[in-house]
């Protein structure tokens, strides 16, 4: 059975930084495009970065919103993908989704599986 999970959401203030995991399970994530996804009180749901399956070459791509303050990366031996957020502003504000597909690559909400979410509150 195919499971995303999420953690490491919570309480910032702004300017400060945050890493949310997202562990794999019931599948080899090396071989999926992982995508982060946000969605904010009111919103629709945005993509904010994405990593290319490892069988392909492994790149990457942000949202401008969060260009240069995001980064997205893997860990193969444990079977998880992170998201290490620096830089905080309340506009960061959201329910974080971690998504997974074996053929798309991009931040559309195109993928197969998806988590179920975690909390990020940017806040003084």
């Known amino acids: 059975q195919v499971q995303l999970v999420e953690s490491g959401g919570g309480l910032v203030q702004p300017g400060g930084s945050l890493r949310l995991s997202c562990a794999a399970s019931?599948?080899?994530?090396?071989?999926?495009?992982i995508g982060w996804f946000r969605q904010a009180p009111g919103k629709e749901r945005e993509g904010v970065a994405c990593?290319?399956?490892?069988?392909?070459?492994?790149?990457?791509y942000y949202a401008d919103s969060v260009k240069g303050r995001f980064t997205i990366s893997r860990d193969v031996a444990k079977n998880a993908v992170y998201l290490q957020m620096n830089d905080l502003t309340p506009e960061d504000t959201a329910v974080y989704f971690c998504?997974?597909?074996?053929?798309?690559?991009?931040?559309?909400?195109?993928?197969?599986?998806w988590g179920q979410g975690t909390q990020v509150t940017v806040s003084s």
């Open positions: 998504a997974a597909d074996r053929f798309y690559y991009g931040l559309d909400n195109m993928y197969d599986f």
């Open positions: 019931g599948f080899a994530s090396e071989y999926y495009a």
């Open positions: 990593v290319r399956s490892v069988s392909s070459d492994g790149s990457t």
